[in-house]
């Protein structure tokens, strides 16, 4: 199962509301999780299970979806969400992370 | 606090081989499924093995079957992956992480792993 995911980068401003889709080859039920990652540092997992916010991440990260096509949004961006973020599918024999979405600063 | 270790990385020529260690402690690791992620300089993460909970499936990125192996030993905590038949571009930092879908999920701080002449 391979994941798509778009954009691959864009420029946003502080206060935005930024969109970030995951679709993928065929149906993953809720097996899908974002991440952000930032230069040198470990990625972090955001949100699990479609939905389900990690404990800690702030309320403005929400995610999405179901079947094919997932979400995550940013409902207000802040100076500290610069980052690159990639979702990752882990339904089946194989696991894959969409390629990545590098958010910079408009 | 929950934590993974990794250990082994290093300098390999290509054709090589070279074994990952990742030591987990503050968790139920003979529960988890366990997981190696790698990601070359300056791309993208890459998923590539993934294990059960009692080492019973194993699962593979194509590129790396049949030159890779990952393993567990419940009794010491640890997870390992033994790269065989290395090339350049499996050059990359390699994570350990756990368990994608619940809440006991880590990962480690990474192992670079330069194959090159």
């Known amino acids: 199962i391979q994941m798509t995911q778009s954009p691959s980068a864009m420029s946003a401003s502080v206060g935005d509301r930024v969109t970030i889709t995951c679709r993928a080859s065929q149906g993953i039920h809720n097996y899908l999780a974002w991440f952000q990652q930032k230069p040198g540092k470990v990625p972090k997992r955001l949100i699990y299970g479609v939905s389900n916010l990690e404990g800690g991440v702030p309320s403005r990260f929400s995610g999405s979806g179901s079947g094919t096509e997932f979400t995550l949004t940013i409902s207000s961006l802040q100076p500290e969400d610069f980052a690159t973020y990639y979702c990752l599918q882990h339904h089946g024999d194989t696991l894959a992370f969409g390629g990545g979405t590098k958010v910079e600063m408009k | 606090e929950a934590q993974l270790v990794e250990s082994g990385g290093g300098l390999v020529q290509p054709g090589g081989s070279l074994r990952l260690s990742c030591a987990a402690s503050?968790?139920?690791?003979?529960?988890?499924?366990m997981t190696w992620v790698r990601q070359a300089p300056g791309k993208g993460l890459e998923w590539v093995a993934t294990i059960t909970p009692d080492g019973s499936e194993k699962l593979y990125l194509d590129s790396v079957k049949g030159r890779f192996s990952i393993s567990r030993d419940n009794a010491k905590n640890s997870l390992y992956l033994q790269m065989n038949s290395l090339r350049a571009e499996d050059t990359a930092v390699y994570y350990c992480a756990s368990q994608f879908s619940s809440s006991s999920h880590y990962w480690g701080q990474g192992a670079l792993v330069t194959v090159s002449s």
């Open positions: 503050a968790f139920t690791f003979s529960n988890s499924w």
